[in-house]
């Protein structure tokens, strides 16, 4: 009898090892464990049924059962181990194509125009700037009269202009157009505020203009003005030279040359240095050649400005600049037709 | 304005290579491009004349040739068939750097031994000097081309291209120019020689002149020529007028447009003997009255405009063109010669308005002193005397109603300072830039020391753009250059904050959208008429649009009332890109008129999205872009707004009648969205069947957007229950109103539609809604039989109120 339960024991022993031995993968490993090794499982029957083994060899034969259960517990657990670094090493031909295109996010863009539109007040603004637009159709007042530019002025010429046909003056000439350039905001600001100002003005403009790569009759300008007490030309120059430095980058130099607009005096334009050859490239197509490139006008304002609006020039003094975006994506972009800005071509649009 | 080198160089020694001198007038405001002439690199080729031709001792068809070229006679062989004596020829010395006839390559003429007799240079060809193709003989030059002239100087249009501002008139001069580059380079510019000989007979006797229009004409100057003789200009003299762009015509008129392009006064010749009962009268045209210019054109004036005219008709439309009436013909023997003063705005508006600009308007409007036209008179009569010969009368005629006051500015060192930023400018910089007073005369003001600290200035002649203080501050910048500015930080107070909400809004609608994947765009605010047509956005009850009175084009004449034409233009061009599919927006403004007053210029954003859902995916199709689309759009961005938006069934001409909804929020309308109408896609010819569209009213939303978009709301951690319920409502119940009934149950933390379906299986007229409705409480953990009683309470009154049943 004994023999025999030692035997039986035995038999289980290699019976539980030939089965484990044989289970390939995790559902035959469990329901292994839970055939041998299970609350209900054999080889727990057998210890619980040590009870029928006679007194004097119960220690003996349960120092057995027990021997052997660690053992299979032991091999239980190599085998998992063994069967998951198989598992595993078999994910290596379960692979993907890794060079299909991701899953694509459709995200939308903002126009060019906006994107340096916002820089450029961006930069402005962490100076102290206010950012403000005014009414894209204007009265020849504002466009014009405000800015020391009376009617018949020789001047006018500069600023093709597209006419509104609706209110005419006493003569009978058109008194409202599409504004020419973003300066009358310069007057309405003034009139209703009083220095120190800073301000920012973007928006659309329009010129009376055939267009070509260089020209547009509807273009974007940024305008600045700044009023207080005691601004003067070097104050201009610093600001605007911070400017160019952030927006083209800080190694930029600068250079003011002699400009005419009849509603500052001086008037000068800003050019940077070229950016793409530095000047060494005589067939630049950036600055041309000549190693500077003009990208805006500005000038101290003129004593007749202020006085228009109520100002006392003796006690005050400032200075204007305006800017066109578009020029300036253009040079940043390296894009060559300022046609393409409107045209709204989605082959376009999506680049940016 | 060309202004040649050769002429300029009679004025002012140039000191500096012509391509930074023309950087120094840009820099100085003078815009200024050199353009090199052709001929530029030849080297020693002159002007000369074969003196003397022999036959080649060894040689038939050789020659020898003598040629002088002024100081200095040489002899060359030739073997140019045409070649003559006395002829003025291009000869090249030995050096000169020409074109090898035979291969076309540039090369460098030697000393030569032709069959045995040395040749010290060469007559050339057009093709030698790259002038031409032609070699069948040497180039002849006229006659009297000036024997020992470098060709280089005869020949070259070598000129400074010029764009004068409209301040600076005077620089559309030969003499202007030299004297910007006499300021620059510190040399004076001396004025030129204006006498000549006078006869005895005063020019009184000859011409009287009345200024009846004083306001438009403030000096009025007559010199009177006797027994000239028209002819063809000399031959420098045409050269000169030529190289800078003028047609010669003959040596009276030819005088007096060199000496307009010289000085910059405009002047004008008549015949004397076509000006009646010898009187110049200047006055205003009469309403009506016909005037035919020297260009055969017959124009109808008005006043103000100025006529120059006889007691009997008028003889010169002043400013601008002589009269047909009066010009010199080869006939003429008495020449009576105009400079005159004129109101530059006068002028300006007579030539726009006969559409009639001419050199003369364009320097007259620009306006000029009259001290100009008392030099320029002098200076064309001296020059009509050497080119046309005759006889001048003693005096001028000189009417000068009221000569204005001297123009004395101060210019003091605070003053510039105050400006600048700096005193260097004032006090000059050692080494690098003289005093402001220097620079001032250098320029030919006439300058005084007022005190310490000041300076009284007279600007010349020649400026008219000199009135205020900063002006003569900007002359000693400009010239001195704005480097030696220093830059200053802005100091002082900040400014007070200016807000605009609406900008604020439309920024971030943009931004908004742009999340939403929709790509901005930017198109035209000028419109056709047929792009609103198209859009449906005129007619009964639409704003009528502004119309702009000088439209570029059919396709830039309207202010557009909508942006939705446009919109729909870029789309159908985007589908038309493979693989097709947008979603594009613009945010714009749109011009409304209003009587007597600026249209309302409304900020309008409008969207379109057209194409598949998740079109860019490459793994399987999707479904086309719909209503719900655009909605998705639209309550995403006001819900990130802060807005609480509703949506009712609505109408629009734009959009299919049953998928348009009026968007609203506390309950006032600030858009549309929906599908566009199948006509619209057609007109459009959008290549889609589905357009999903909406539109916003920035204006109208503007004022309810909180002032606070984002406010947070504690949340429970508590655990919640989910219970699904399958709902089946009548087709005619929104399934809006279901789900804001759903919502509005105090443990119901979230709803959402997972299905929805229409057909088999339902009873007719039902459709099946199926929800997640998600119970939570602030208070505790819900019990199952707590969500149960909710659920079924909540279903009952669902029941009543929309007739909806849990479906079987
Ligand atoms: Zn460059």
């Known amino acids: 009898m004994t023999t025999s339960a030692f035997a039986d024991l035995n038999a289980l022993r290699d019976a539980a090892t030939r089965e484990l031995d044989a289970a390939v993968d995790a559902a035959a490993l469990e329901a292994w464990r839970v055939a041998y090794l299970g609350r209900s499982g054999k080889i727990t029957g057998v210890l619980r049924g040590i009870a029928a083994v006679p007194a004097d060899q119960r220690r003996v034969f349960g120092a057995a059962a027990n021997e052997i259960k660690v053992a299979l517990e032991q091999r239980f657990e190599a085998r998992q181990a063994d069967l998951e670094r198989g598992a595993l090493s078999a994910l290596a031909s379960d692979a993907i194509d890794i060079t299909l295109p991701g899953r694509p996010v459709d995200m939308g863009r903002l126009h060019p125009t906006t994107i340096v539109i916002r820089e450029i007040c961006g930069i402005f603004q962490s100076m102290g700037f206010q950012v403000v637009e005014g009414p894209e159709v204007e009265w020849d007042k504002y ?20 006419w509104v046909d609706a209110n005419k003056d006493v003569e009978g000439r058109f008194t409202t157009l599409l504004r020419t350039h973003n300066s009358p905001m310069q007057a309405r600001v003034m009139e209703t505020n009083q220095p120190p100002i800073r301000v920012v003005v973007p928006g659309k403009c329009f010129r009376y203009e055939a267009t070509d790569a260089t020209h547009e009759s509807q273009f974007f300008q940024v305008e600045g003005l700044v009023v207080d007490e005691g601004v003067s030309f070097a104050n201009l120059k610093h600001t605007l030279y911070e400017f160019a430095r952030r927006l083209f980058g800080g190694d930029r130099k600068v250079r003011f040359r002699c400009d005419f607009f009849p509603f500052v005096e001086p008037g000068v334009d800003m050019s940077i240095d070229c950016f793409k050859c530095g000047g060494r490239d005589p067939a630049c197509r950036i600055c041309r050649g000549s190693g500077w490139i003009e990208i805006m006008g500005a000038g101290m304002v003129h004593p007749n400005v202020l006085r228009n ?25 390296g894009i060559d037709d300022i046609r393409l800005f409107y045209a709204n071509d989605i082959r376009f649009l999506r680049q940016f | 304005m060309k202004v040649p080198l050769s002429w300029l160089a009679d004025y002012v020694p140039l000191k500096l290579p012509p391509v930074e001198l023309a950087h120094r ?85 030697g000393a030569a031994k032709i069959r045995g007799v040395e040749s010290q240079g060469m007559v050339c ?42 301040n600076r008139g005077d620089c559309l001069s030969v003499l202007g120019v030299a004297r910007e580059v006499g300021a620059i380079t510190g040399v004076p510019v001396p004025e030129p020689s204006l006498d000549y000989p006078e006869g005895t007979e005063p020019v009184s006797s000859a011409v009287r002149v009345q200024i009846d229009a004083p306001d438009l ?73 016909r005037f035919t210019t020297l260009d055969g054109v017959e124009h109808t004036l008005q006043p103000p405009m100025l006529l120059i005219a006889d007691p009997e008709r008028a003889i010169a439309l002043a400013g601008v063109m002589g009269g047909a009436n009066s010009e010199m013909t080869e006939a003429t023997t008495d020449v009576l010669l105009e400079s005159a003063t004129f ?82 400018l004032f006090d000059g910089i050692p080494g690098r830039a003289p005093g402001a007073g220097e620079v001032l005369r250098a320029l030919g003001f006439a300058v005084q020391q007022a005190g310490h600290d000041a300076l009284t200035v007279t600007p010349p002649y020649w400026r008219s753009d000199i009135a205020i203080e900063e002006d003569v501050i900007e ?79 059919r396709e830039q004449e309207y202010l557009r009332t909508s942006l939705r034409g446009n919109l729909l233009r870029t789309l159908a061009a985007a589908l038309r890109v493979p693989p097709g599919g947008a979603r594009i927006f613009e945010a714009g403004r749109v011009y409304i008129p209003r009587a007597e007053d600026l249209p309302d210029e409304r900020e309008i954003v409008a969207g379109a999205l057209a194409g598949t859902r998740g079109d860019s995916l490459w793994e399987k199709g999707a479904d086309p872009f719909d209503f719900h689309d655009a909605k998705g759009v ?59 569209f909406f539109e916003i009213d920035l204006n109208t939303l503007q004022p309810r957007v909180p002032w606070l978009t984002t406010a947070f709301k504690p949340f429970s951690r508590l655990p919640s229950a989910d219970r699904d319920v399958a709902l089946l409502v009548d087709e005619s119940v929104p399934a809006g109103r279901v789900q804001r009934f759903l919502e509005d149950h105090p443990l119901v933390r979230r709803v959402a539609l997972f299905d929805r379906f229409v057909g088999k299986g339902l009873p007719a007229g039902k459709l099946s809604l199926a929800y997640r409705l998600e119970f939570q409480s602030g208070a505790g953990t819900l019990s199952a039989e707590q969500v149960n009683e909710a659920m079924s309470s909540l279903l009952q009154r669902l029941q009543a109120e929309t007739g909806a049943t849990l479906r079987a």
């Open chain 1, 143 to 162: 466009n014009f009269e405000a800015l020391n530019i009376p009617k018949d002025h020789p001047a006018r010429d500069k600023w093709d202009t597209i």
């Open chain 1, 309 to 333: 609006v109520g100002y006392d020039p003796a006690r005050v003094s400032g200075f204007a600049f305006g800017m066109g975006p578009e020029r300036i994506a253009m040079l940043k972009y």
């Open chain 2, 25 to 109: 007038l840009t820099m100085a405001g003078i815009e200024t491009t050199f353009v090199p002439g052709k001929d530029a690199e030849w080297g020693p080729v002159y002007v000369g004349e074969v003196v003397r031709l022999e036959k080649h001792p060894n040689a038939d068809r050789l020659r020898l040739a003598t040629v002088s070229i002024g100081g200095e006679t040489l002899r060359v062989v030739c073997g140019a068939p045409n070649i003559a004596q006395g002829q003025r020829i291009a000869f090249a010395k030995t050096g000169a750097r020409l074109t090898d006839s035979h291969t076309g390559t540039p090369m460098t003429l």
């Open chain 2, 125 to 166: 060809s057009e093709r030698e000097l790259g002038l031409g193709n032609d070699h069948d003989g040497i180039l002849v030059l006229p006659p009297n081309a000036p024997i020992g002239t470098p060709l280089a100087d005869y020949l070259s249009d070598a000129h400074l291209d010029i764009e004068v501002t409209t």
């Open chain 2, 217 to 289: 004409c403030s000096r009025y100057l007559a010199a009177v020529i006797k027994g000239v003789k028209v002819g063809p200009s000399p031959e420098w003299l045409q050269q000169r007028l030529k190289q800078a762009g003028l047609r010669p015509i003959n040596n009276v008129v030819d005088a007096t447009n060199y000496v307009m392009l010289e000085y910059g006064q405009p002047l004008h010749a008549f015949d004397l003997r076509q000006v009646r009962r010898d009187t110049i009268v200047v006055r205003q045209a009469r309403p009506g009255e």
């Open chain 2, 343 to 424: 109101n530059g705005i006068n002028i300006r508006r007579t030539a726009q308005q006969l559409k009639l600009r001419t050199e003369a308007s364009t320097r007259f409007e620009k306006g000029l002193q009259s001290e100009l036209a008392g030099r320029a008179v002098r200076r064309a009569a001296r020059l009509i005397l050497r080119t046309a010969g005759g006889a001048a009368m003693r005096g001028i005629a000189d009417a000068f109603p009221a000569a204005g006051p001297a123009n004395r500015l101060r210019l003091s060192r605070s003053g510039m300072t105050r400006l600048i930023g700096t005193a260097a």
């Open chain 2, 475 to 553: 002359e000693v910048a400009r010239i001195v250059g704005y480097d030696n500015v220093p830059a200053e930080p802005l100091a002082g107070r900040m400014p007070a904050t200016l807000t605009q909400p609406l900008r604020e809004l439309r920024e971030r609608v943009k931004d908004l959208l742009v999340d939403a994947g929709m790509q901005e765009t930017i198109s035209y605010s000028l419109i056709g008429h047929r792009t609103l047509e198209q859009a449906l956005a005129v007619g009964p009850g639409k704003p009528e649009p502004l119309r702009a009175a000088n439209p570029l084009s």
């Open chain 2, 634 to 692: 639209v309550e995403s961005v006001l819900a990130r707004l802060g807005l609480d938006a509703a949506f009712e069934r609505a109408e629009d001409d734009l959009l299919h009648p049953g998928r348009t909804a009026r968007i609203t929020v506390d309950g006032e309308a600030v858009g549309v969205l929906g599908e566009l109408h199948p006509l619209v896609t057609r007109t459009f010819d959008l290549t889609v069947a589905k357009v999903a």
